[in-house]
Structure formats: structure tokens, C-alpha cells
């Protein structure tokens, strides 16, 4: 009886030392099962089995460890809950497993690798990241963990969790809501980047994009200014052959905050507090109505501090003017001047704007404003262009080739978006660059000849003045010959002097031929 106890007492010491040390592994020889949990070095994070409200369901996911507030980034069976306590995390060569115990049919959840490992460790990190690797496997080689739950999120990003798509692996990461606070299956909400095109930022609901958040200007996305860089977090956006992603750091490290996709379709940034023991909301992005997807439809123009919200592009009239009149814009607007390629046209400047859909846009990262606007005005099909980058006085450009969706004004942060129109709706000083030039070559050649001639008769009625004074005071043909050639060297030498002034004139105009006979043909 005596040894039977010191057994228990020692059996059930042993189970509670291994719930309560802050063990970070999992290998194939010592998998955990409901009621026991994993915990990262630092004691930051916390994986387990756990349910949400009323709800029986049990799920497998984690949580933070060292706050009051039981909060759970991430999820692996949201899909397929188990309804009893039975559940048991496994790892092998091949993977990850969630099956019920001590049945052989029951696999709730499965996470695969794409190459066997010898001696596999299933590891929670302190920065949230659940990692398989290879027990042999140095720790800092991110790049080389077999599976990693930062690849696969729920509805939160963590600070150094990539968002986006591994170009050479396939990966995307992209985020789903869950159903209801309580309810952590998939909801209606995605977050997901686009990059058929410029990359854009979408948030669909089901398969409709519901609100577009638009392309990295380089500090944030266009259609959330809010989102920039403050005192607590920085942004990192990456964009090159190998990925396209982003991701955000704490500036300091002692700070707790998360982004968080609500089942509402909502995005909140949340820090925690940890004097009052509550996550307080730090910024938030709400679908408006002009963050609702096409809005105002093709050149459409939403401002929200605006009545009514929607107004055509300046050169655009709408579609069906008797649907704007019940504040239905959805059919967008059409050119009030079509426009004909090969005709005389040019660009309206919009300022303070997201810019448009970069669905199926055209894209260069190496070129300046100047030769966007070159390669737009001599392609018939492209619609607008635009710096892709704002950073350091903007570079980069993006060509649009179909109807510009989606538009919206700003009073601050927007980008400047340049839309092609006719000669017809631009104002005379933007109208034409070569009609400009013309015009500016026409008016300076005439005035440089008015005050060529002015000088001229000025001149030369000040040698005639000198010639009758001489006249006068001479007497003998041979002073009179004398004065003649004077006068007739100082004639020429004046038509050569004005001719050689309106040689300098010949750059503004082409009369300098007709100009230049009048004068070798003109008498004293």
C-alpha cells in the first residue's frame, strides 16, 4: 500500500512538473495531449488545446502566455473541431498530426512537409511561430524550417509574420476572418494580395472584392493612409523576383500589438496595455462607403465628406445620368469627347487620389515620371499613368489599359494619377505641348522683329540727322563724296548688325530666309 502511493505521488508529481515547465518541443517520441501545452523560451507564447465561449468544441492553437486575457492568434483545426477531450499532436518525418487517442481512423488535422525529416522537433518560437525542423537544424535558419504556422495564418499577424506570396515556393499568405468571436471557423472576410498586375492590396468578401485597399506607395497602402509608420511599429514591404510581401516589427520589443481581420471585415491594430490589463485599439480601417469596391464606377470619383458621394472625372459625364439621380453609381461614367488615336491629346493631372484598380495594369520600378508619360502618350490603349513609388519625389511607373475603377479623393496622402484626354478638354496651357512650343516660337519671333525694327529706324534716322548737319556744314563735291561713302559704309554696317540680330531670332522663327533677302536688297 505504502509503495503503491510513493508510485502515485511520484506519477502524478512527474505530470505536473511536465504541464508546468516551460518546455518548447514536441518530437516523435513525446507528443501532448488535451491538458498539456508547449511553451516558447521566453514564456511569450503558449500552445495548447482550448475552446472558445459555451462552445465544446476543442481546438489546437496559440495563445499569449504572460497577459491576463486569454487571446488566441492562431488556430490549426478551425475547420474541423473535435468535440471531445481525446485529442493528441503527434509529429513524424512526414509531419504534423492531430488525431483523437488511442484510435487509429481519427485524424482531425494534418500539416505535411515536402521532404522527410530525419529527426523531426515541432518548436514554439517566442515571436508566435510554430516551426517543424529537424532537431539537428540551427534555429536561426528560417528559411530552411519544413513548415512553419507563420506560412498558414488565421485572421491575426503578428510583428514579423510575412504577409504575401514565397515566388519560388508557391506560399501565400493571405488572412481569413473567423465566423464570430467565439467561433473560429473560416468567415466571410479574406485579406489577399493581387499581383496579376501592380500588386494591390484586395479584401474580398466570399469570392466579391469588397473593398480594395490598393498599391504600397512606398510608406503605406494607398487605401489605408492610416496605417503608416509610428512610435510603435515599423512597415517592411517587399517587392522583387523572389517575393512580394510585407510585414510590420515593434520598435520596441517589450511592446505587445497585433492586426487583426474582425469577422465584420474591419482591420484593427490592437496594443496591449498592460498597466489596465485590456488591448487597446490603436488604429482602425472600417469599409466606408467609398472603400466599398467600385463605388462610383468607371471614372468615378467618391469623396466621403462629400454630398452627393460620387462626381465623374472632370471630361467624364455619367452613363445613365436618370440612375444618378436615385444615387445609384454604379454604371460609372463616360467621356464627354471620345478620344481617336492619333489626334492631338495629352494628360489631366488628378491630385490626392488612390489610384486606380491595378488589375492587369503594366509596371516599371526603374523609370521616372517623365518616361511614363512617353510610353502612355505613344501606346493608343493606355488610359492614365502614375508614379509607382512616392518615396524621395516619386519613381516608378504603372500604365492603365482598361477604364480606371475605383477612385477616391483624399484631403491628404493621396497619389497624383494623370488620365489621358483630348486636346478638346484640357485647358489651353496644358493642351499641347507642341502646340505650347509653337505658340511660344510665333509670339517671340514677332516681338525680336518689332524691336529689331525700332531699333533700326532709330538708328537710322540718326544717321540721316548726321548727314544733313554734315550737308550743311561741307561745301565742295569732294566733302560731299567724302560724306556719302561714310554714310553709305555706315548703312551697311547697320544691315549687317540687325542681320546678325535676327540671326540670334532664327530659333524662334523660319521667315529668317525671307528676312535676310528684303535686307540684301534694301537701298540707302
Given at each position: 500500500?505504502?509503495?503503491?502511493?510513493?508510485?502515485?505521488?511520484?506519477?502524478?508529481?512527474?505530470?505536473?512538473?511536465?504541464?508546468?515547465?516551460?518546455?518548447?518541443?514536441?518530437?516523435?517520441?513525446?507528443?501532448?495531449?488535451?491538458?498539456?501545452?508547449?511553451?516558447?523560451?521566453?514564456?511569450?507564447?503558449?500552445?495548447?488545446?482550448?475552446?472558445?465561449?459555451?462552445?465544446?468544441?476543442?481546438?489546437?492553437?496559440?495563445?499569449?502566455?504572460?497577459?491576463?486575457?486569454?487571446?488566441?492568434?492562431?488556430?490549426?483545426?478551425r475547420e474541423t473541431p473535435l468535440n471531445n477531450t481525446l485529442g493528441m499532436v503527434r509529429v513524424n518525418g512526414a509531419g504534423i498530426t492531430l488525431q483523437t487517442a488511442n484510435t487509429s481512423d481519427g485524424l482531425i488535422w494534418s500539416a505535411n512537409t515536402s521532404r522527410p525529416i530525419k529527426n523531426p522537433c515541432l518548436q514554439l518560437l517566442d515571436t508566435g511561430n510554430l516551426v517543424l525542423r529537424d532537431e539537428d537544424q540551427?534555429?536561426?535558419?528560417?528559411?530552411?524550417?519544413?513548415?512553419?504556422?507563420?506560412?498558414?495564418?488565421?485572421?491575426?499577424?503578428?510583428?514579423?509574420?510575412?504577409?504575401?506570396?514565397?515566388?519560388?515556393?508557391?506560399?501565400?499568405?493571405?488572412?481569413?476572418?473567423?465566423?464570430?468571436?467565439?467561433?473560429?471557423?473560416?468567415?466571410?472576410?479574406?485579406?489577399?494580395?493581387?499581383?496579376?498586375?501592380?500588386?494591390?492590396?484586395?479584401?474580398?468578401?466570399?469570392?466579391?472584392?469588397?473593398?480594395?485597399?490598393?498599391?504600397?506607395?512606398?510608406?503605406?497602402?494607398?487605401?489605408?493612409?492610416?496605417?503608416?509608420?509610428?512610435?510603435?511599429?515599423?512597415?517592411?514591404?517587399?517587392?522583387?523576383?523572389?517575393?512580394?510581401?510585407?510585414?510590420?516589427?515593434?520598435?520596441?520589443?517589450?511592446?505587445?500589438?497585433?492586426?487583426?481581420?474582425?469577422?465584420?471585415?474591419?482591420?484593427?491594430?490592437?496594443?496591449?496595455?498592460?498597466?489596465?490589463?485590456?488591448?487597446?485599439l490603436y488604429l482602425s480601417q472600417k469599409v466606408s462607403d467609398c472603400d466599398r469596391y467600385g463605388m462610383c464606377g468607371a471614372y468615378g470619383l467618391c469623396n466621403i465628406h462629400k454630398t452627393p458621394r460620387c462626381q465623374c472625372l472632370k471630361g467624364f459625364v455619367p452613363k445613365f445620368p436618370e440612375k444618378w439621380s436615385t444615387v445609384d453609381w454604379s454604371d460609372g461614367c463616360v467621356r464627354r469627347t471620345n478620344l481617336v488615336?492619333?489626334?492631338?491629346?495629352?494628360?489631366?493631372?488628378?491630385?490626392?487620389?488612390?489610384?486606380?484598380?491595378?488589375?492587369?495594369?503594366?509596371?516599371?520600378?526603374?523609370?521616372?515620371?517623365?518616361?511614363?508619360?512617353?510610353?502612355?502618350?505613344?501606346?493608343?490603349?493606355?488610359?492614365?499613368?502614375?508614379?509607382?513609388?512616392?518615396?524621395?519625389?516619386?519613381?516608378?511607373?504603372?500604365?492603365?489599359?482598361?477604364?480606371?475603377?475605383?477612385?477616391?479623393?483624399?484631403?491628404?496622402?493621396?497619389?497624383?494619377?494623370?488620365?489621358?484626354?483630348?486636346?478638346?478638354?484640357?485647358?489651353?496651357?496644358?493642351?499641347?505641348?507642341?502646340?505650347?512650343?509653337?505658340?511660344?516660337?510665333?509670339?517671340?519671333?514677332?516681338?525680336?522683329?518689332?524691336?529689331?525694327?525700332?531699333?533700326?529706324?532709330?538708328?537710322?534716322?540718326?544717321?540721316?540727322?548726321?548727314?544733313?548737319?554734315?550737308?550743311?556744314?561741307?561745301?565742295?563735291?569732294?566733302?560731299?563724296?567724302?560724306?556719302?561713302?561714310?554714310?553709305?559704309?555706315?548703312?551697311?554696317?547697320?544691315?549687317?548688325?540687325?542681320?546678325?540680330?535676327?540671326?540670334?531670332?532664327?530659333?524662334?522663327?523660319?521667315?529668317?530666309?525671307?528676312?535676310?533677302?528684303?535686307?540684301?536688297?534694301?537701298?540707302?
Open positions: 500500500m505504502k509503495l503503491t502511493s510513493i508510485i502515485l505521488f511520484y506519477s502524478t508529481l512527474s505530470y505536473t512538473l511536465y504541464n508546468s515547465l516551460a518546455v518548447d518541443t514536441i518530437t516523435s517520441n513525446q507528443p501532448i495531449k488535451d491538458g498539456e501545452t508547449i511553451i516558447s523560451a521566453g514564456g511569450e507564447f503558449e500552445l495548447g488545446f482550448f475552446s472558445l465561449g459555451t462552445s465544446t468544441n476543442r481546438y489546437l492553437g496559440i495563445w499569449y502566455k504572460k497577459i491576463s486575457e486569454k487571446t488566441v492568434v492562431w488556430v490549426a483545426n540551427d534555429i536561426n535558419d528560417v528559411e530552411d524550417f519544413s513548415w512553419q504556422s507563420f506560412d498558414h495564418p488565421g485572421d491575426t499577424q503578428l510583428p514579423g509574420m510575412k504577409f504575401g506570396i514565397d515566388l519560388v515556393t508557391g506560399i501565400n499568405r493571405y488572412y481569413t476572418s473567423w465566423k464570430s468571436a467565439d467561433d473560429p471557423s473560416p468567415g466571410s472576410f479574406t485579406y489577399r494580395l493581387d499581383y496579376n498586375g501592380y500588386p494591390q492590396l484586395l479584401l474580398r468578401k466570399g469570392s466579391v472584392i469588397w473593398s480594395r485597399i490598393g498599391p504600397w506607395t512606398g510608406y503605406q497602402y494607398s487605401g489605408m493612409p492610416n496605417f503608416s509608420e509610428s512610435e510603435f511599429y515599423r512597415y517592411t514591404f517587399v517587392f522583387n523576383d523572389k517575393e512580394i510581401s510585407d510585414k510590420f516589427d515593434a520598435v520596441n520589443k517589450s511592446t505587445i500589438l497585433r492586426a487583426v481581420l474582425k469577422p465584420s471585415g474591419d482591420t484593427e491594430l490592437l496594443v496591449w496595455n498592460d498597466p489596465k490589463q485590456i488591448w487597446v488615336c492619333g489626334t492631338e491629346e495629352g494628360f489631366m493631372k488628378f491630385s490626392g487620389v488612390k489610384l486606380p484598380d491595378t488589375h492587369q495594369t503594366s509596371y516599371n520600378m526603374t523609370i521616372n515620371l517623365q518616361e511614363c508619360e512617353r510610353l502612355c502618350l505613344k501606346n493608343c490603349s493606355c488610359t492614365a499613368y502614375g508614379n509607382a513609388d512616392v518615396r524621395t519625389g516619386g519613381h516608378g511607373c504603372i500604365l492603365w489599359f482598361k477604364d480606371l475603377m475605383d477612385i477616391i479623393e483624399y484631403t491628404e496622402y493621396g497619389q497624383d494619377l494623370y488620365v489621358r484626354m483630348p486636346a478638346s478638354e484640357l485647358v489651353p496651357s496644358v493642351k499641347s505641348r507642341v502646340t505650347r512650343k509653337k505658340a511660344i516660337i510665333l509670339v517671340t519671333g514677332v516681338l525680336m522683329l518689332v524691336l529689331f525694327g525700332v531699333i533700326f529706324l532709330l538708328v537710322f534716322k540718326k544717321i540721316k540727322r548726321q548727314r544733313e548737319e554734315n550737308l550743311k556744314l561741307s561745301s565742295g563735291s569732294a566733302a560731299l563724296n567724302k560724306i556719302w561713302s561714310e554714310n553709305i559704309r555706315s548703312c551697311r554696317y547697320l544691315i549687317m548688325k540687325e542681320f546678325q540680330m535676327l540671326q540670334v531670332a532664327s530659333v524662334m522663327t523660319t521667315n529668317l530666309d525671307r528676312v535676310a533677302m528684303d535686307l540684301s536688297t534694301r537701298e540707302c
